[in-house]
């Protein structure tokens, strides 16, 4: 475990953290007057290694090599020139720091990049992080790495590695499909309702990219179910239907591979980043990765649990008949902003049929 501490005074500037992959949604802006949560897990912290955030340069601007050197191999609107490596924690894991009033502007409801790093050191005065709160952006605090220092906590309260894929299989941290959504402007304040989860759609929107890939110019089938609901409308009107389909299955833990699957949707780790492979037998199979807990829900479902009443307990095998969790109300929508993202780092995006996708996205 590690505190972030000041690089000018030495102050602590945050509480013990763990270090975790960078969640996919973590550049995702979701829907127009959107209260989205807290994008980090309290106790943890994760590393951005591409620049993001002002100052931005437009493509125009920019030449392509550079683009590529930098692992971007289709045009994008801009280009971050940004220092790389910014660390973003949760707003509740900060610790000795005050916000800048002359830099705490936004572009509508609430904090954002604007005006520059808007929090400094309560005891020296430096300029440390951002606090990002605005709508429809995930709350997090990034630290300005030039302004910070890592120091690991003492030996006795270390970290003892990240746990087995076994074993995050049975911790069990699944990620819901529909959640409650919370808006901005109503005149009697937040309203609610159901949707599709907003990381769900970042998450659709990381693996529809690597699909296309992986197709290589055929159309895809995904298992029947959720995973239908997520990507086969998308697939269907991406990719050709007069050629042989390419098949796509769930594999990880506790799922084996089937030995004729072409393309393989498989579980990043959470602490690590890496995608599970299968051990044996090797496969030669495209891997498309799925953040851990949507892909746990797709493998394995949680049914309709029933619940025990307030007072008493029911008969011996008696369940309570309750409705089932609501649904979203609309089709599910990969996010087009985390595809593009992910398409343009994919080397493969310089094929024309690619090309002609991205340039095509809004249609």
Request: glycine share 8%; with cysteine.
């Amino acid at each position: 475990m590690f505190v972030f501490v000041c690089a000018g005074c030495g102050a602590e500037l945050t509480s013990p953290l763990s270090q975790v992959t960078l969640p996919i949604h973590a550049r995702q802006k979701y829907g127009n007057g959107i209260q989205l949560p807290v994008l980090m897990e309290s106790g943890t912290f994760a590393v951005d290694p591409e620049p993001w955030g002002p100052p931005w340069r437009r493509w125009e601007e920019t030449n392509p090599k550079e683009a590529a050197a930098r692992g971007i191999y289709a045009p994008v609107h801009a280009l971050s020139d940004a220092v790389p490596d910014a660390i973003v924690i949760a707003p509740g894991d900060t610790r000795g720091t005050v916000l800048i009033p002359e830099n705490a502007g936004g572009y509508c409801c609430g904090l954002d990049w604007g005006d520059g790093p808007n929090m400094a050191c309560e005891a020296c005065g430096l300029p440390v992080a951002s606090r990002i709160d605005d709508c429809s952006l995930w709350q997090a605090v990034w630290l300005d790495v030039d302004a910070v220092r890592r120091h690991p906590v003492d030996a006795a309260d270390a970290d003892n590695g990240p746990l087995s894929w076994p074993e995050l299989v049975a911790e069990g941290k699944v990620t819901p499909p529909v959640e409650p959504i919370a808006g901005w402007g109503s005149r009697m304040g937040s309203h609610y309702w159901w949707s599709w989860n907003p990381q769900w759609e970042a998450a659709a929107g990381h693996a529809l990219a690597h699909l296309l890939v992986a197709s290589q110019g055929h159309p895809v089938t995904v298992p029947d179910g959720l995973a239908e609901e997520m990507f086969q409308r998308a697939l269907d009107t991406l990719l050709p239907a007069n050629a042989s389909p390419r098949r796509a299955v769930l594999a990880g833990p506790d799922r084996r591979p089937a030995p004729d699957a072409d393309i393989l949707l498989v579980p990043i780790h959470p602490q690590t980043g890496e995608p599970w492979t299968p051990a044996d037998p090797p496969t030669s199979a495209y891997s498309v990765p799925l953040p851990f807990g949507v892909w746990l829900w797709l493998a394995f479902p949680e049914p309709h649990l029933p619940v025990v009443p307030a007072s008493g307990i029911l008969p011996e095998g008696v369940l309570r008949d309750d409705p089932p969790a609501p649904r979203a109300h609309h089709l599910f929508r990969a996010d087009s902003g985390t595809f593009q993202d992910t398409l343009v780092r994919l080397p493969a995006a310089r094929s024309p049929w690619l090309r002609e996708i991205l340039q095509n996205l809004t249609k």
